[in-house]
């Protein structure tokens, strides 16, 4: 069995569109939380999503355009790794965010006076809009990994396998 008849093109067409929304949801997300309340900005959100735009558009190309080849589907590999790296960093930055601010966040809720409480209620958005792209960077990191995986376990089905490179069970045979 050859590498393209091994590789499916629907579940990976459809990792590739998964990822353009969720890239698109993460960079809007962070323009939102510039816009609303500008403590702490670091625009994570806007450069990591160079690196997931263009993973996610080599997936669907891979599929659409370049007929599923393993020279591509392993520059694909490289483009989700890099997408998993800046996952990771997001998910950093955002979550330290969260983390270090979520007493702020309580605090906020009880106070009402004037022109404090709309700072606290911009805080309070921006606060919850980085939960939101917080979430969705956590998805785009498992979509990547699903792609990671696929492209392993699909390597080995149709190159290591049929030529038994990695068979090690007659090691352990008496």
């Not at 809720?109 to 700072?119: L, R, W």
């Not at 911009?122 to 998805?139: D, E, G, P, V």
């Not at 990695?166 to 090691?171: A, G, R």
């Given at each position: 069995m ?9 579940p ?28 702490q ?15 996610a ?7 659409t355009?370049?007929?599923r080849?393993?020279?591509?589907a ?5 483009a989700?790794?890099?997408l998993?790296v ?31 409480a709309?700072?606290?209620?911009s805080f ?6 980085m939960?939101?792209?917080?979430a ?18 699909l ?10 490179t ?9």
């Amino acid at each position: 069995m050859s590498w393209r008849s091994k590789f499916s093109k629907i579940p990976v067409l459809i990792l590739g569109i998964v990822q353009v929304v969720l890239t698109l949801l993460i960079f809007i997300l962070e323009i939102a939380s510039l816009a609303v309340y500008n403590y702490q900005a670091t625009g994570a959100g806007i450069w990591c999503s160079l690196s997931f735009i263009a993973a996610a558009i080599l997936t669907i190309l891979l599929v659409t355009k370049w007929d599923r080849s393993r020279l591509w589907a392993t520059r694909v590999f490289i483009a989700q790794i890099l997408l998993l790296v800046f996952t990771f960093i997001l998910i950093g930055i955002v979550g330290n965010f969260i983390s270090t601010n979520s007493n702020a966040y309580s605090a906020s809720s009880s106070t009402s006076i004037g022109s404090v409480a709309d700072m606290f209620a911009s805080f309070r958005t921006k606060y919850r809009i980085m939960q939101a792209q917080l979430a969705f960077a956590i998805i785009l990191m498992f979509t990547g990994l699903g792609y990671v995986i696929f492209y392993i376990l699909l390597t080995y089905l149709a190159l290591w396998k049929p030529f038994h490179t990695l068979d090690i069970s007659h090691l352990f045979q008496q």
